[in-house]
């Protein structure tokens, strides 16, 4: 079965951490960018991050440059999101989807990718 599988979310205090993984199944990442989104309820879905997994490039919305780093390890092929410094407003259900193509141009507002994660809740509160 060719699916994404997102997990780690969590309960996490202002100011902690978190990290969340994307890990695909039955496929593998050679030549596709993995996207992070976010919802929050009552708000629009936003584009938090981008990696290309041909050559490791990466992208950030200016919500969360400086504190969320994405990675991957293409030999487990799975993408991971560290959440650092995170604020109440990061509360939202996370979502990983992944697009065969070689590059993030336009990640943010691409609505068609060839999968999706089940998406996982973070919820940052004290």
């Known amino acids: 079965q060719l699916q994404l599988v997102t997990s780690g979310g969590g309960l996490v205090q202002p100011g902690g951490s978190l990290s969340l993984s994307c890990a695909a199944s039955?496929?593998?990442?050679?030549?596709?960018?993995i996207v992070w989104f976010r919802q929050a309820p009552g708000k629009e879905r936003e584009g938090v991050t981008c990696?290309?997994?041909?050559?490791?490039?990466?992208y950030y919305a200016d919500s969360v440059k400086g504190r969320f780093t994405v990675s991957r390890d293409n030999a487990k092929n799975t993408v991971y999101l560290q959440l650092n410094s995170v604020k109440p407003e990061d509360t939202a259900v996370y979502y990983c989807?992944?697009?065969?193509?070689?590059?993030?141009?336009?990640?943010?507002?691409?609505?068609?990718?060839?999968?999706w994660g089940q998406g996982t809740q973070v919820t940052v509160s004290s």
């Open positions: 989807a992944a697009d065969r193509r070689p590059a993030c141009y336009g990640y943010a507002s691409q609505l068609v990718f060839d999968y």
């Open positions: 039955g496929f593998t990442f050679d030549d596709y960018v």
């Open positions: 990696i290309s997994t041909s050559d490791g490039r990466t």
